[in-house]
């Protein structure tokens, strides 16, 4: 690998480890030769998140028409003069990543600057490319050239990224509705959030984590533990959430301590050293 690679690669580990302490402890437990891949995934979604969220008083569609514009690129061109670009298309074409992925991951941000309400449909979608995809980018990083082992593990890969999102809606209620104005929960109204709305919302997010376990499970050892770690990590988040009421949930944001992702990682790497991991 060349020099620019290497430094590229570099941006996009000091992007993850900068944005997400614990998404990046679970890229650190991987092995060594799926981070780079991994890391430049996240500083790709990373970036197109920040352009749709973060710069309001910029003219946020022609920044993403940019982005995507500049991404395709460099895909084809098998190089950018942006280094998180670089590093994201070098995954994509090391690791053969679909670009189907990538449209409906653009997509979904497309959807972040107009959208306010969703319906059920239109939720759906949004996760599909939000957070789905994302697993799946990262599923074909862990199972290169193995298309038989990815397609098993495709159903609870959506799964366990629908999970996730699913938490981060519920965990980020206020915020999504007073910063950003969106309501992702279709046919909830956020004013009146009741116990009954919330109850269905965790209700549903309970049954994404116990359709993604199995494939967790089923993960090669070289991906497993880390995998682990974020689904333990987010099971964890929910069960914060489960013990408040709606009003709670709208005022603050609930987050696992570093101390408890300490415990986490420790009990993560027992059970999966010693064949016990258990939802």
């Not at 670089?86 to 959807?111: C, P, T």
């Not at 046919?187 to 494939?215: C, H, L, M, R, Y």
């Not at 967790?216 to 009421?245: C, F, M």
């Amino acid at each position: 690998m060349d020099l620019y690679t290497r430094n590229a690669l570099d941006c996009g580990e000091l992007t993850t480890k900068n944005y997400s302490t614990s998404f990046s402890m679970g890229v650190r437990i991987l092995d060594k030769k799926f981070r780079p891949a991994i890391y430049a995934i996240y500083g790709f979604v990373r970036f197109a998140d920040e352009i749709v969220d973060t710069f309001h008083d910029q003219d946020k569609a022609a920044l993403l028409d940019e982005f995507k514009a500049q991404t395709y690129a460099a895909i084809q061109n098998k190089m950018s003069t942006n280094p998180i670009l670089h590093g994201f298309q070098w995954a994509v074409n090391e690791y053969k990543i679909d670009r189907e992925l990538i449209d409906a991951f653009l997509y979904s941000m497309e959807m972040d600057l107009h959208k306010k309400e969703f319906t059920l449909e239109e939720y759906k979608k949004y996760i599909y490319g939000s957070a789905e995809v994302v697993g799946l980018m990262c599923l074909k990083v862990f199972y290169h050239d193995q298309e038989e082992e990815y397609k098993e593990l495709l159903p609870a890969a959506r799964k366990l990224g629908e999970a996730f999102q699913k938490v981060n809606f519920l965990r980020d209620i206020r915020s999504d509705l007073h910063e950003r104005g969106r309501v992702y929960f279709p046919e909830v109204d956020i004013d009146n959030f009741t116990e009954d709305d919330k109850s269905k919302i965790e209700q549903d997010i309970w049954e994404d984590f116990q359709g993604a376990f199995p494939g967790v499970k089923s993960l090669n050892k070289e991906s497993r533990l880390g995998v682990y770690l974020a689904y333990r990590y987010y099971l964890e988040l929910l069960k914060k959430i489960q013990t408040v009421t709606p009003g709670e949930v709208q005022q603050q944001r609930f987050r696992v301590s570093n101390s408890q992702k300490f415990i986490l990682l420790v009990k993560c790497f027992l059970r999966n050293k010693f064949g016990w991991i258990r939802e």
